[in-house]
């Protein structure tokens, strides 16, 4: 049976941590998007995604 290490750095604990930024992105988007035709984008929403994106990644 193989197990994942993984590196905890403190400030965040593995798994709340991942639930709450999921949060944290889901609320902006719908909060910018509210009102907006389908298929709406921004720069606003390109940069909480790539943010959202990399602490999903990296941690940070």
């Not at 995604?49 to 990399?54: A, H, I, L």
């Amino acid at each position: 049976m193989w197990v994942r290490a993984q590196v905890v750095d403190g400030k965040h604990p593995p798994f709340s941590s991942l639930r709450e930024d999921s949060r944290w992105y889901n609320k902006q988007v719908s909060t910018i998007k509210e009102n907006k035709p389908l298929g709406f984008w921004s720069n606003r929403l390109a940069a909480i995604t790539e943010k959202r994106n990399r602490q999903i990644r990296f941690g940070y």
